[in-house]
């Protein structure tokens, strides 16, 4: 079936440091493609998200970069602070939306060494 | 109100117990969802309700029984779930179902027993 692939599943950076997260999806009707952060306790709360008509959106220090071609898209979060630490989901939308569904990856959980 | 609510935030129930999950969202959104999430798991999605109908169930047991009163209310009723159950249920709405942000909920940790 479709599926979203997340890597890596941990990540660990020194605080100031960047961190990259990558995810390949497999429907190529995929059109939207959102990045939620959630903390421990907490709901997942969107943080970037880029539609397939463009290659790169950023905000801050987060940027989201999208290969249609290759069907992958990646967060890059530059200069990371401890607060940054959390688990981050990527996700792309089945079937270009028609139904509604969003398909998440299985996650990765960033820690933030001050 | 740019928010989700939910209500109860935790709850626990026995195996025979019937109790009701809702959700509320006052941003004029005609998609609200249903996710279910397992500890150090992705949200997997139940059910998506687009303009006030059922449009997607994703095989869900008959123990969970969704309702959109209307659209800006979402209720998950619960009957005779099993321990496999205890999960964070969360609600999650968008402006229109498939292309849009989706926005979560606090969800209702729910404990079996």
């Known amino acids: 079936g479709e599926n979203v692939e997340q890597h890596p599943s941990t990540l660990s950076v020194q605080e100031g440091d960047s961190a990259v997260i990558k995810c390949t999806y497999s429907d190529s009707a995929s059109n939207y493609f959102p990045w939620y952060k959630q903390e421990l306790g907490k709901r997942p709360q969107l943080i970037i998200d880029?539609?397939?008509?463009?290659g790169e959106k950023k905000d801050q220090r987060i940027a989201v970069t999208l290969n249609k071609t290759a069907k992958h898209f990646s967060l890059h979060i530059t200069e990371t602070q401890p607060e940054d630490s959390a688990v981050y989901f990527c996700?792309?939308?089945?079937?270009?939306?028609?139904?509604?569904?969003?398909?998440f990856g299985k996650g990765t959980k960033l820690s933030v060494k001050p | 109100d740019t928010e989700v609510t939910q209500t109860p935030k935790h709850l626990v129930m026995g195996m025979t117990n019937k109790k009701s999950l809702k959700c509320e969202q006052h941003m004029g959104h005609r998609a609200m969802y249903w996710y279910k999430q397992k500890a150090k798991k992705p949200p997997e999605l139940m059910f998506v309700y687009s303009y006030e109908k059922l449009s997607i169930n994703e095989s869900v047991p008959s123990r969970f029984s969704p309702e959109c009163p209307n659209s800006s209310l979402l209720n998950l009723h619960l009957h005779a779930l099993q321990p496999e159950d205890s999960a964070l249920y969360l609600c999650a709405s968008s402006l229109e179902p498939g292309e849009d942000t989706q926005y979560f909920g606090p969800g209702t940790r729910l404990t079996v027993l």
């Open positions: 880029i539609r397939s008509n463009v």
């Open positions: 996700a792309a939308n089945l079937y270009g939306g028609s139904q509604g569904n969003l398909i």
